[in-house]
């Protein structure tokens, strides 16, 4: 066997075990958050290091609000009108004692790897952003479920193309 075909086996194992220990990894990372939104927690984060974790007994117990948007997506013909409940993401970081004050932005991470990452001014912009449990009166589904959305979702009231918004939202990282 000569070196080059030696050098190329020896990378391709390299790749393929670096491979492998990341698969573990996140098969670890996605049954860790799936449990999460089994129980319907949600957990804050300050720069990657979870400061709190919320249930829905938590959640309802905070101011919590009904409201309307427009959902699109790509395989509706026009938006749909939804009424959602949930909490303005800013009353959400004051009920818990975290200040948005000096900060960048949260990057809001779903169970199944979507991020959004949202300013801090949209996020103190009043009537705007929402983390919602419910859709027309019912919760959202889970994530195992066949149409489920939730527990929690991200509801962006000024995005108008929906694009922004998350379902099977498990994480909220303030930076």
Known sequence: MSKTNRTII???VALLAITLV???YNMQ???EKAAMLEAAEISVLENGREVCRLNMDAINKLTITDFTARLKSSVMKSPEEHTYTGIALHQLF?????????????????????AVP??????????????VFKDNGEYLGSYGAGN?????????RG???SQRW????CELDIQ
């Open 118 to 131: 949202l300013t801090i001014k949209e996020i103190q912009t009043l009537d705007n952003i929402y983390l």
């Open 94 to 114: 004051a009920s818990t004692g975290i200040s948005l004050e000096d900060r960048k932005r949260v990057v809001v991470r779903s169970v199944d790897g979507y």
């Open 10 to 12: 020896i990378i391709l």
């Open 166 to 169: 998350a379902k099977y939202v």
């Open 148 to 156: 489920g959305q939730g527990p929690y979702m991200i509801v962006i």
């Open 29 to 31: 990372y996605a049954r």
């Open 22 to 24: 990341g698969a573990v």
């Open 159 to 161: 995005d108008s193309y």
